[in-house]
């Protein structure tokens, strides 16, 4: 009777550790699976929507380093990725058209041709909302429209209520297509504006 209780308890034990050892095995399955890859890429001539990017890195763990989209010789590499984050600055240029006066210009209609269908997508710009109330942070719309275009799912809008401007061509409704920032006029505001941002990315892209 003792023995026959022994080998019940060592036929449970085996069983238990079967059925630990599955569990584990599936839930490191789900870890390989469910991760996936988010790519941080900018352009800048200043300086600042690099130190943006890096400051945004920094709240999102998850996310690849940031990397300067002319240092990337094939544009297919952003659809390598599961998700992407571009950030552009907006210039006076003067013209319609190509507002960020960066290596973003050159290549927008290049990102319209790729196939980023089920790829998300987020932008995040730089402007000037005192100087250049009248056209703030119209480069995103560009990046935007160029993207859809691509196919990506868009992601990371913002409402425009906390934003005081005029016009700009990246409101979509009652929101910006992304997110906007002002180091010029409202430098103190962007801590804030950036880490809801990141929350909010958390939710939507990861």
Same mark, same amino acid.
């Given at each position: 009777?003792?023995?026959? $209780?022994?080998?019940?308890?060592?036929?449970?034990?085996?069983?238990? =550790?079967?059925?630990?050892?599955?569990?584990?095995?599936?839930? %490191?399955?789900?870890? *390989? /699976?469910?991760?996936?890859?988010?790519?941080?890429?900018?352009?800048?001539?200043?300086?600042?929507?690099?130190?943006?990017?890096?400051?945004? +890195?920094?709240?999102?763990?998850?996310?690849?380093?940031? =990397?300067?989209?002319?240092?990337?010789?094939?544009? $297919?590499?952003?659809?390598? +990725?599961?998700?992407? %984050?571009?950030? %552009?600055?907006?210039?006076?240029?003067?013209?319609?058209?190509?507002?960020?006066?960066?290596?973003?210009?050159? %290549?927008?209609?290049?990102?319209?041709?790729?196939? *980023?269908?089920?790829?998300?997508? @987020?932008?995040?710009?730089?402007?000037? $909302?005192?100087?250049?109330? #009248? /056209?703030?942070?119209?480069?995103?719309?560009?990046? +935007?429209?160029?993207?859809?275009?691509?196919? @990506?799912?868009?992601?990371?809008?913002?409402?425009?209520?906390?934003?005081?401007?005029? #016009?700009?061509?990246?409101?979509?409704?009652?929101?910006?297509?992304?997110?906007?920032?002002?180091?010029?006029?409202?430098?103190?505001?962007?801590?804030?504006?950036?880490?809801?941002?990141?929350?909010?990315? =958390?939710?939507?892209?990861?």
């Amino acid at each position: 009777m003792y023995q026959k $209780s022994i080998l019940n308890r060592q036929e449970n034990l085996k069983k238990t =550790k079967f059925t630990l050892n599955v569990q584990s095995c599936f839930k %490191i399955f789900l870890i *390989l /699976n469910c991760s996936m890859t988010v790519g941080i890429y900018f352009a800048t001539t200043t300086g600042k929507t690099e130190d943006i990017a890096e400051r945004l +890195h920094g709240l999102l763990d998850a996310a690849e380093g940031p =990397k300067d989209i002319s240092d990337v010789d094939d544009l $297919s590499e952003l659809a390598g +990725h599961d998700g992407v %984050i571009c950030g %552009i600055p907006t210039w006076n240029t003067g013209a319609d058209s190509e507002r960020s006066g960066t290596a973003w210009d050159s %290549i927008l209609e290049d990102i319209g041709e790729l196939n *980023l269908s089920g790829k998300k997508v @987020a932008i995040f710009g730089l402007g000037d $909302s005192s100087t250049y109330t #009248e /056209n703030y942070c119209d480069a995103m719309e560009e990046l +935007h429209r160029y993207f859809q275009q691509a196919g @990506a799912s868009m992601v990371g809008y913002t409402a425009k209520t906390d934003y005081t401007f005029d #016009e700009s061509k990246s409101v979509v409704g009652e929101e910006f297509c992304g997110l906007p920032l002002d180091e010029d006029s409202e430098s103190d505001m962007t801590d804030e504006r950036l880490s809801g941002w990141a929350e909010k990315l =958390k939710g939507e892209m990861f």
